[in-house]
């Protein structure tokens, strides 16, 4: 059987992945992705402003194994820290944030860069956050 990119991307590069993320609890959604959408709520963001900062938050600390696929460990440092900066800069909220936006787009077209897996999660993140005001 043919192995998926995240095994392979593993293998190369020693990272963890969805498997991994799953097995430890979703600490990327729990520790990362909640408490931004929680946080940039609470600033008066609206709605699709800070489910994307929540998205930053996830790509900031996540080992990507989609990142990793396309453009290596160059490009996901880059994809962290551009989120970061956006985050840094006040979220995309803000003026700030968007023009820091700006940037990390046109670095990840530059990389061939999607951060698929930080997506994934962000629906977890969704999902968990709705869950909880049921």
């Known amino acids: 059987p043919q192995q998926s990119h ?5 293998q190369r590069y020693g990272t ?16 990362h992705g909640l408490p931004q959408l ?3 709520r609470a600033a008066g963001a609206s709605e699709p402003h800070a489910r994307l900062d929540a998205l930053l938050a996830i790509m900031a600390v996540l080992s990507d194994t989609c990142v990793l696929w ?20 006040g979220g995309s909220a803000t003026l700030a944030g968007r ?6 787009d046109q ?8 951060p698929g897996g930080a997506a994934d999660l962000l629906a977890a993140c ?9």
């Open 38 to 40: 929680q946080r940039s």
């Open 107 to 114: 670095q990840l077209l530059h990389l061939n860069a999607s």
């Open 70 to 89: 396309r453009s290596g460990p160059a490009g996901l440092a880059a994809v962290q820290q551009g989120a970061l900066a956006v985050l840094g800069a």
């Open 16 to 31: 963890s992945g969805a498997r991994e993320q799953a097995q430890q609890g979703f600490p990327a959604v729990i520790r």
């Open 126 to 134: 969704l999902f968990l956050d709705k869950a909880g005001s049921l």
């Open 6 to 10: 995240g095994l392979q991307v593993r």
């Open 99 to 104: 023009r820091q936006l700006r940037e990390l």
